[in-house]
């Protein structure tokens, strides 16, 4: 079965701050990919990085990085300098290579609120 | 670039109704993804599309069926309406290869947001 985890409901961090969004997943899948999402107060999920399951490296995009520790299948989001406008809902997604119908599993999500 | 739209924006359905949700993809993708929104939940897969047929479904009754155009565009028909479908239901967009997402990020539009009374 394949699961998606996200453990706080909640977080508060200061603006300019880093901020670290916790994510572990299960899948027996050798191969997928691992998705962040932002979705402010208006719906839109918005993409903001993307980790193979074979990348060596972590995966970065601008102030978005992907701390993944393949061993304990988790995929934690950190923002670095946090700004106003990070306050959004945050989702994990995965998505198995194995034929499970092309889907994306989310995780509840993480409501951030930045702090001014 | 157009990224996807939806609409309507919202709708309001009397329970065992029948609705049509729109949404036009983004330009270049020929893949289509439906999910369902609950409130305080994560996104659920109801199917995708990709070159017009259904290649993949979730765990949704038949009730829920889908369509994707020659130029990409889809629709959602959802029959027999339930107090329970009540959400907010994302469109999403890929280029995935042969539909195949697991490598392929899914570009969302903003939604429609479905109440049933």
């Known amino acids: 079965a394949q699961k998606i985890t996200q453990t706080q409901p909640g977080m508060f961090v200061q603006e300019k701050e880093a901020v670290t969004l916790d994510c572990t997943y299960d899948?027996?899948?050798?191969?997928?990919?691992l998705f962040w999402y932002k979705q402010p107060s208006s719906g839109e999920m918005i993409f903001l990085i993307y980790?193979?399951?074979?990348?060596?490296q972590n995966a970065t995009e601008g102030r978005y990085s992907l701390n993944f520790q393949k061993a304990r299948k988790s995929a934690n989001l950190v923002i670095s300098a946090s700004q106003l406008g990070d306050s959004a809902m945050y989702f994990c997604?995965?998505?198995?290579?194995?034929?499970?119908?092309?889907?994306?599993?989310f995780g509840t999500g993480t409501s951030l609120t930045v702090i001014p | 670039e157009t990224g996807v739209t939806q609409s309507p924006t919202h709708l309001i359905k009397t329970r065992g109704q029948q609705v049509t949700l729109r949404c036009s993809s983004q330009s270049g993708h020929n893949t289509v993804s439906w999910y369902q929104q609950a409130l305080g939940q994560g996104p659920q897969f109801i199917f995708q599309y990709y070159r017009e047929e259904e290649n993949g479904r979730g765990n949704f009754p038949p009730r829920f069926s889908g369509l994707q155009f020659p130029n990409y565009s889809s629709e959602l028909n959802v029959n027999a309406l339930e107090l329970d479908d009540s959400a907010l239901y994302l469109c999403?967009?890929?280029?995935?290869?042969?539909?195949?997402?697991?490598?392929?990020?899914?570009?969302f539009g903003n939604g429609t947001r479905l109440t049933v009374t």
């Open positions: 899948t027996s899948d050798p191969s997928y990919g």
């Open positions: 980790q193979g399951s074979y990348d060596q």
């Open positions: 997604a995965m998505s198995p290579a194995v034929n499970t119908g092309n889907q994306f599993y």
């Open positions: 999403a967009s890929s280029s995935a290869d042969r539909g195949r997402t697991y490598n392929s990020p899914l570009h």
